[in-house]
């Protein structure tokens, strides 16, 4: 299934495109799964044996019960957030032991991140982002300013609980003169870590390293992305995006691991487009049609349950994607929501004063008139689809029209949330 070592799957959009079930899907063919960046703020769903897991920040592919999960140095852990999701895999008869390695390097989000986040959001009167309220731009703010509390720190349990209790010092000053409210105790916290410093301390190791010795050996790795490329701190739609990068590029520096080790990138769409949060969106679609992919895709935040915002499939987005991340092939997911419609569009393109653009630009987001196509709505019963020849003609020709204006192949086309729903051309 997977020729190639080391496989990337990003997102080409603004998160959420179905990453999890295409990671846990590949992961059965691999022997390990890098989660490279980001932190909590993600939510990727994977379905099976009718059972259902998020994952927030442990790679998606660890219900498989040979793989190795790795969350490398550009990830950020919230420690509690950390532990619950080890409990509910356990919870789920999925053994864990030795199989999960975090970095010594990775940085830890902590109370005040949390709630500096949320502050921030309430009191901004200009942008607000509509984070997730994880504390991500908080922490990752600290590791750049090289305040930060590694989670390696948690080795000399002396000096991490003196560094803490500094930054509390100083955030809770923040939080009280700023943002005018009471100040968090460290002590509940310095307990928690207390409690289960030994179990933490288990999964440290260098991951750059580990990574590096699996792919000299031969191992197959799968290194997944988290957000989407539209989210990306430096190519996404600024200030509305995440605080950190999530690129295909961004891989080797964030893992640890020479830039030619990646050997394929694919991205993953959904066959129309979402978005959760705050931030221009060319296609989106605020009437019934709007109204109807977000209730029939269920598309809610699966980190916040927010609804998320929907709007046509967007050519200029894709072209964009593939062009910054290098992938040639695509993995098209919940095509099952486009069906009953009675109209359907993808857009090819834009208008931006008078002329036509064909790629999505960032800077000029909010004013990019999409030209719409217009294809023959479809309606089929997709849980008859075997393979991709049982897709009917309308199905066929939305999924060519893709292929043909975004110069992608598809790979594959994913149906609803089942893991074994997934039909590959080849
Ligand atoms: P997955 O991995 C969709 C969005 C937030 C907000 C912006 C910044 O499941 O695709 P942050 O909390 O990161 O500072 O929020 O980014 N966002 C996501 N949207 N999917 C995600 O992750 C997201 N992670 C963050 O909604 O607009
Ligand atoms: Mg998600």
Redesign the pocket.
């Known amino acids: 299934m997977i020729k190639s070592n080391s496989l990337a799957i990003i ?1 080409a959009q ?4 179905g ?1 999890g079930k295409i990671v846990d899907f590949f992961c059965k063919y691999a022997d390990g799964c890098v989660r490279f960046q ?1 932190g909590p ?4 769903t994977v379905v099976f044996d009718d059972k259902r897991v998020i994952f927030h920040q442990l790679p998606s592919g660890l219900t498989h019960s040979h793989l190795k999960g790795y969350i490398a140095s550009g990830c950020i852990i919230d420690l509690e957030v950390l532990k619950n999701e080890i409990e509910e895999l356990k919870n789920l008869g999925i053994d864990i032991k030795n199989r999960i390695f975090v970095d010594y390097r990775c940085h830890l989000i902590f109370p005040f991140h949390k709630e500096i986040d949320k502050k921030r959001e309430e009191l901004k009167k200009g942008v607000k ?6 504390g ?2 908080p922490c990752y703010e600290d590791k750049y300013q090289r305040i930060g509390i590694r989670i390696g720190d948690l080795k000399d349990f002396s000096l991490f609980s003196e560094k803490l209790k500094q930054e509390f010092l100083r955030k809770n000053y923040l939080l009280m003169e700023i943002y005018e409210v009471p100040p968090i105790s460290e002590k509940s916290y310095l307990n928690f870590v207390k409690e289960n410093r030994e179990f933490f301390l288990s999964l440290i190791t260098d991951v750059s390293k580990e990574v590096y010795e699996e792919l000299k050996k031969g191992k197959k790795i799968i290194f997944e992305g ?3 490329t539209l ?1 990306d701190i430096n190519f996404g739609t600024y200030p ?4 950190s990068s999530t690129i295909a590029g961004s891989i080797s520096g964030q893992v640890g691991i020479p830039f030619n080790f990646i050997e394929e990138v694919i991205g993953v769409c959904k066959a129309y487009t979402t978005r ?4 221009p969106f060319p296609t989106e679609l605020t009437n019934e049609i709007g109204k109807y992919l977000q209730e029939k895709g269920k598309e809610f ?3 916040t349950g927010r609804k998320r915002r929907c709007g046509w499939f967007d050519c200029g987005i894709i072209r964009y994607a593939k062009r910054i991340n290098g992938f040639e092939k695509l993995i098209i997911t919940k095509i099952d929501i486009l069906s009953g419609l009675n109209e359907l569009k993808i857009a090819n393109g834009y208008i931006y004063e008078g002329n036509e653009i064909d790629e999505f630009i960032p800077e000029l987001a909010y004013h990019l008139e999409p030209k719409y196509l217009e294809l023959k709505p479809f309606n089929q019963d997709f849980n008859k689809v075997k393979s991709y020849k049982d897709f009917d003609e309308e199905v066929l020709e939305f999924l060519n029209t893709i292929e043909r204006l975004t110069g992608c192949e598809i790979w594959a086309v994913s149906i609803g949330e089942k893991r074994e729903d997934i039909i590959f051309k080849y």
């Not at 603004?14 to 495109?17: A, N, Q, S, V």
């Not at 982002?129 to 994880?134: L, M």
């Not at 509305?240 to 605080?243: G, I, K, L, P």
């Open positions: 997102g603004w998160g959420d495109e990453k980001g703020n993600a939510g990727h982002i509509g984070t997730t309220q994880k991500i731009g988290a957000q989407g989210l509305y995006v995440t605080s959760v949060g705050e931030g935040g699966a980190t």
